[in-house]
């Protein structure tokens, strides 16, 4: 990424070791993502872990440290994802599509995390804590224009596209995913990515030609 402003190392997984620890960090992504970080409470997490207030505090200084770790741990493996698919090469559409692959390959291990964002991202963003948010947003915009615009050079996709707009759709269309996605559904998410592919791709409408 050469010239390019990088995001700072994110974990993919808990810093620590710890069973009990990865254990509160399950249970409070749970709440996060269902009730909300700023409506979720410190006694709330560790009476779902059947401990005390005072127990959850001789791993975490906080839930705002919860919060962050279960935020780096997927942005730092999604931005990993991300630059994977590009490293590996390909035409245009194959990166495009392995983009859009990858983005729905988080929904089984991180759907808590990407809902957490989806509802309160903004709002966390607003935190000197959680700055690194916006970066990596940007870092990823960086990632997909990318790829868009070599397709536009390159004769793949079409020259009005607007490289912006599409990503911001796509991303928008993954992120809401998070409110209707079942992970014991019958579609799986790899299912799932194939149809977003194919209607981004190609379109809802049949060509003459078709």
């Not at 700023?38 to 959850?56: P, W």
């Not at 490289?163 to 928008?172: C, E, F, N, S, V």
């Amino acid at each position: 990424m050469n010239g390019r402003e990088r995001v700072e190392p994110l974990p993919e997984e808990p810093r620590s070791g710890s069973g009990r620890r990865a254990q509160l960090l399950s249970i409070a992504a749970r709440l996060f993502a269902e009730q909300g970080f700023t409506a979720t409470t410190v006694r709330e997490i560790a009476e779902q872990a059947g401990i005390l207030s005072g127990s959850l505090y001789h791993h975490f200084a906080s839930k705002e440290e919860m919060v962050d770790e279960i935020l780096r741990s997927y942005l730092g493996a999604q931005l990993a994802a991300f630059r994977r698919v590009t490293e590996e090469g390909g035409d245009p559409r194959q990166e495009l599509t392995g983009l859009i692959r990858v983005s729905f390959a988080a929904l089984p291990r991180h759907r808590r995390a990407m809902a957490i964002l989806h509802h309160e991202g903004d709002y966390l963003a607003g935190f000197a804590t959680f700055e690194y948010l916006g970066r990596a947003n940007r870092e990823f915009e960086r990632i997909w224009v990318r790829v868009l615009r070599d397709g536009q050079r390159r004769g793949v996709f079409r020259p009005e596209l607007n490289p912006g707009l599409a990503h911001r759709l796509i991303r928008d269309s993954v992120s809401s995913a998070v409110r209707w996605y079942n992970p014991t559904g019958r579609m799986s998410a790899r299912a799932i990515a194939e149809h977003y592919t194919r209607i981004f791709c190609d379109g809802v409408v049949l060509s003459e030609r078709e």
